[in-house]
């Protein structure tokens, strides 16, 4: 997991980061304007940061064009969603660009993918008995290899990935079948059934009653 400095000077907005970030297991250093961020690398190193442009005192822009962050990589989040200010924010080095509103689970991703291109790491996740390699595909379950087709493993890399965060079944639908998929949302319950039956997550794999499922590690 990594460490993340949020610089978001809208407190409910970096509250809420921070509290989906920390779900599944980052560590997080919140700065509420350009200030605040600098002073705030004197006590925290990041591996990421997720950068506001409109900030009080410093933008973000200034802050990426003084060279602030060094070789952290960063996420740019704004409401400024145009194509010139995109353009500018990857020109001045950002590593991916969020405009407003945006889904947690858009975010989530957005992060898990810089990290992967900065810091890559074979991610290996360990869920009671359990054991799933997620980049060779791999599960074993008690050291016994488990047989999973394709769908149920895109289905358990989406709870993976959001752990601790409640999905519904739509939008498990759209995250491991696809926008194209036309099928009924019960086929999510189906794989969710198989997924706790073949892995022994009956205790992990939580039912959210009336919104879908939530992988509580």
Not at 101 to 120: G, I, M, Q, W
Request: net charge negative; glycine share 6%; with cysteine.
């Amino acid at each position: 997991m990594a460490n993340i400095l949020i610089i978001e000077d809208e407190k409910s907005i970096n509250d809420l980061i921070m509290m989906n970030l920390k779900l599944v297991g980052h560590e997080c250093f919140q700065a509420y304007d350009g200030r605040e961020a600098v002073a705030a690398l004197e006590e925290f190193k990041p591996d990421l940061v997720i950068l506001d442009i409109m900030l009080p005192y410093i933008d973000g822009f200034t802050l990426m064009e003084d060279k602030t962050f060094g070789n952290s990589p960063v996420i740019m989040l704004t409401a400024k969603d145009s194509t010139a200010d995109k353009v500018k924010g990857l020109k001045l080095g950002a590593d991916d660009y969020i405009a407003k509103p945006f889904e947690t689970v858009e975010l989530l991703a957005r992060v898990e993918s810089v990290l992967r291109r900065v810091k890559p790491e074979e991610r290996v996740f360990n869920i009671g008995n359990t054991s799933i390699q997620l980049d060779r595909r791999t599960v074993t379950v008690s050291g016994i290899p488990a047989d999973l087709t394709n769908r149920e493993f895109e289905l358990l890399e989406v709870l993976i990935t959001n752990r601790n965060i409640a999905l519904s079944r739509d939008k498990l639908l759209d995250l491991a079948w696809g926008y194209d998929y036309y099928g009924d949302s019960r086929t999510v319950d189906v794989h969710i059934t198989k997924l706790r039956r073949k892995l022994n997550l009956e205790n992990y794999i939580k039912t959210v009653y009336r919104i879908g499922y939530r992988l509580e590690v």
